[in-house]
């Protein structure tokens, strides 16, 4: 099956600093990837999707110049959340979408456990 | 407007015994519907999804999900739970032409030996 890797698996960082978090693809092409919010015991919260070459779209109510994503090839996206505070602290999860209609799925990443100090 | 609902917060289940997990959906026109699991810490794990064609979907782990048009559902099932089983569950669903799916709130499955 597709596999998703993310990268790193947890970071610690200090308030203010900006940490980038990385998605890739290992075994195919990934136009469109998602990234997601979870917070503990909670589902998951769309924050943007990106689609390779283009800009991303943000879903509602998150800082696009806050959290920066970067789709520069098919096998990779970034998530860069800058001049991070404490509540930024979260679980992030990116996935992939593969395949065409009507059966498309969406493979995720394991996850990059983010704690902003 | 899509939805899910997944109306169970927790499920408990002996070892053994069969399991379902609810799971019923809201959407416009036809469902695209998908069953994931997320272990402690983990990203999400795809389980099976229904598309069209038999309303009996088999997945991954022994899971099976039986998608009911009338009732708006599609429960997750397994006929010998394993506490391996023990995770967080999470049902999913999009219509034709819209790519993102619509999350349920998530069950958490605890199987006690």
């Known amino acids: 099956g597709a596999v998703v890797s993310q990268h790193p698996s947890w970071v610690i960082c200090k308030s203010g600093t900006s940490v980038k978090i990385e998605c890739r693809s290992l075994?195919?092409?990934?136009?469109?990837m998602f990234w997601y919010r979870q917070f503990p015991k909670q589902s998951l919260m769309l924050m943007a999707t990106s689609n390779e070459g283009s800009k991303a779209t943000y879903e509602q109510g998150v800082e696009k110049d806050k959290f920066l994503i970067n789709h520069a090839s098919l096998t990779l996206s970034t998530l860069t959340v800058t001049s991070a505070h404490p509540e930024d602290s979260s679980f992030y999860i990116c996935?992939?979408?593969?395949?065409?209609?009507?059966?498309?799925?969406?493979?995720f990443g394991p996850g990059t456990r983010l704690t902003v100090t | 407007a899509q939805s899910v609902a997944q109306p169970e917060d927790q499920v408990n289940v002996a070892e053994g015994n069969p399991l379902t997990v609810k799971c019923t959906y809201s959407?416009?026109?036809?469902?695209?519907l998908f069953w994931y699991v997320q272990y402690p810490n983990r990203g999400l794990q795809f389980l099976l999804k229904y598309i069209t064609g038999d309303n009996l979907v088999k997945g991954s782990y022994g899971f099976e999900a039986e998608f009911n048009k009338s009732q708006t559902s599609f429960h997750l099932k397994k006929p010998s739970a394993l506490v391996s089983d023990s995770a967080l569950y999470f049902c999913a669903v999009r219509d034709y032409g819209n790519y993102q799916l619509i999350w349920g709130a998530g069950t958490k499955l605890i199987i006690k030996p």
């Open positions: 996935s992939a979408r593969v395949g065409r209609e009507p059966s498309y799925e969406q493979y």
């Open positions: 959407v416009s026109g036809n469902p695209y």
């Open positions: 075994d195919f092409q990934a136009t469109t």
